[in-house]
């Protein structure tokens, strides 16, 4: 392995790898605020709204992330929507994890004990009051290491902008191995900035959920 | 209120799950600090009758009247969630399984509802708070989180969440069946304490010597009809029904051979 090499182009790995950052930061905000509004019209009591939380879902989950980032920039254009390859990638991946995320943030809403709903409703509290104080509060602790897995997988998904130019971290690399001829390593630097960054967030969502365990 | 207006009046309840008809025109009237035990049967409806009151599980046809006022009215959605949500703070209702809100502690377990309904201030949801705990006898844990309780302990706290409110009127819907044994004192000596208050209280329950002591009246269910209905002293000493017969004979011999 060519250790010079490496130190040599790691600093542009390292801004590359900020890019990365920047795209998993933007996606999974995108992606948690898209799971919200679908998971809640997935659980309202309006059928219409149930229809277009499960219709964007299983639309999303139906076809490859590829697919749907190149339908948005390069399909894009012809239907009138023109944006940058940074800003096809951020909304492409946001609204696909988030399709993720719905079903996640469901999943935990409805693992909530139905006897708490009923303990919140006898009291006399509204339907909103009782999900605000009583279900949520619950919900959102089951549902912090679960959506670390849906963000695990969307930092590795943001390599897929690559295809569309994005300078991140596998752009990067794949631009480096055409004028160094050295997969091995590029792909190598790669990979170990991948593992930090995802080291790094796994243990941030371990934190928090410790955090707010309930004794 | 006049004397003819029933404190709890159930008009005809009628309830199906499907083809399953598990309430059977049901008639039922509570007067106004009587203590109520319904027995039965698994199965019998028990719960469903009880849960019916508070409009918990809504009947299929049949009127529920709290005062005079109709419990399970139809009306559209926006306008029956404001008036059940209205009628709620007058019914307490205490679970089995205590459904104690895990994320608060006790004392939030307590003011969650009144501060959000009454607008209680924080001072006065604490006195609130403690005064009803010492009720219960739960002061000393008052800061503690409903996992850090034993079953005994949670289902006290459950009804000071439930007096909480000052209701008119408590549901208990098996209140000391998930509780070990030595655990079910604890939670008797609560509720015949309400009984010495004069609390207007529905009791469903297994326990016959409870039923007994505490309540006014014992209403014998089962296959969704009341079969048999009258003081403890006559349902439980000299009951006429064939049903209410073998009903007891099972379970005073359980009793007599789990107290051994
Ligand atoms: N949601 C439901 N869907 C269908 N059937 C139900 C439902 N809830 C209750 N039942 C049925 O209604 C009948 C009465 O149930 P209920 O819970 O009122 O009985 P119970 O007298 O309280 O019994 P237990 O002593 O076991 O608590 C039972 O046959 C039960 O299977
Ligand atoms: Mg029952």
Sequence with gaps: MDIDLILRVYPHFLKAALVTVELSVL??????????????????????????????????????????LFLLYFGGPQIGIQLTAFQAGVIGLGINIGAYMTETMRGAIISVDHGQAEAARTLGLSQ???FRKVILPQAMRLMIRPLGVNINAQIKGTALVAAISVVELTYTAQRYIGST???????????????????????MISFLDRRVRLP | ????????????????????????????????????????????????LLRAINDLDPLS????????????????????EKHINEMRQHIGMVFQHFNLFPHLTVRENVTMAPKLLKGLSNAEADQLAEEQLAHVGMSERIDYYPSQLSGGQKQRV???????????????????????????????????????????????????????SVCDRVIFMDGGVVVE??????????????????FLRKHLAQYAESSK
């Design chain 2, 1 to 48: 209120m006049t004397e003819k207006t029933p404190f709890v009046d159930i008009r005809h309840a009628q309830k199906a799950y499907g083809d399953l008809e598990v309430l059977k025109d049901i008639n039922l009237t509570v007067s106004k600090g009587e203590i109520v035990a319904i027995i039965g049967p698994s199965g019998s409806g028990k719960s469903t």
């Design chain 1, 181 to 203: 001829y050295k997969p091995f390593e590029m792909f190598f630097l790669a990979g170990i900035l991948y593992l930090i960054i995802i080291t790094v967030t796994g243990k």
């Design chain 2, 158 to 212: 459950a009804i000071a969440r439930a007096l909480a409110m000052k209701p008119k009127l408590m549901l208990f819907d098996e209140a000391t069946s998930a509780l070990d044994p030595e655990l079910v004192e604890e939670v008797n000596l609560v509720m015949k304490k309400l009984a010495e208050e004069h609390m207007t209280m529905i009791i469903v329950t297994h326990e016959m010597d409870f039923a007994a």
């Design chain 1, 27 to 68: 996606t999974v905000l995108l992606g948690l605020v898209c799971g919200a509004a679908a998971a809640a019209a997935r659980l309202s009591r309006f059928a219409i709204l149930r229809f277009i939380g499960a219709a964007y879902v299983s639309l999303m989950r139906g076809i490859p992330a590829l697919i749907f």
């Design chain 2, 229 to 246: 209905e009258g003081p403890p002293s006559v349902v439980f000493q000299n009951p006429t029904q064939e049903r209410t017969k073998n």
């Design chain 2, 61 to 80: 046809s049949g009127e529920v009247l709290l005062e005079g006022v109709q419990v399970n009215k139809t009306l559209p959605h926006r306008q029956y």
């Design chain 1, 128 to 130: 909103f009051q009782s």
